[in-house]
């Protein structure tokens, strides 16, 4: 498993446990994470 998965892994553990995002929510939350995460890890897009 890579950094950038196991963060989104640990992010979408911590938002399911907690109950605060449900349904598509969720997926778009984890979604966006995942987003930030490889943006980081890659770079900024020239």
Do not use: H, K, Y
Not at 8 to 16: D, H, K, P, T, Y
Request: hydrophobic share 50%; charged share 35%; glycine share 8%.
């Amino acid at each position: 498993m890579t950094d950038g998965e196991l963060v989104v892994e640990i992010a979408a553990q911590n938002l399911a446990v907690r109950g605060e995002l449900r349904g598509r929510a969720f997926e778009l939350a984890v979604e966006q994470v995942v987003r930030i995460v490889l943006r980081l890890r890659d770079g900024p897009d020239d």
